[in-house]
């Protein structure tokens, strides 16, 4: 689990729910875990999936479709949310070490 003022997020194996007071997702959003963030992310959108990117206020928008677009840096992990081609948004992370 991991618990900022805006973000919470619960895991159960490879699946993590991520929920958000910031306008982004008006419900639960399921973040898989990838070995490769990048390389997942690029095969999403060669799917048909469209890249998101978030604006100041938190609110996602269509990026302009890089491989890097979209791709954040949180505490402990690397994170990105598509549209898939059917509308569903998709969230993947993946887990990096923290060098403080």
């Known amino acids: 689990m991991y618990q900022s003022a805006d973000y919470a997020t619960f895991a159960d194996g490879g699946v993590e729910i991520g929920l958000s007071r910031l306008p982004w997702a008006d419900y639960p959003l399921v973040f898989f875990k990838v070995d490769d963030v990048e390389k997942a992310h690029g095969e999403l959108v060669a799917s048909g999936a469209t890249v998101l990117v978030q604006d100041a206020e938190g609110v996602l928008h269509p990026g302009d479709g890089t491989a890097s677009a979209g791709i954040v840096n949180a505490p402990g992990r690397r994170l990105a949310v598509v549209k898939a081609?059917?509308?569903n948004l998709v969230g993947?992370?993946?887990d990096v070490s923290v060098s403080w």
Do not use: C, L, S, Y
């Open 92 to 94: 993947i992370a993946q």
């Open 85 to 87: 081609a059917d509308g």
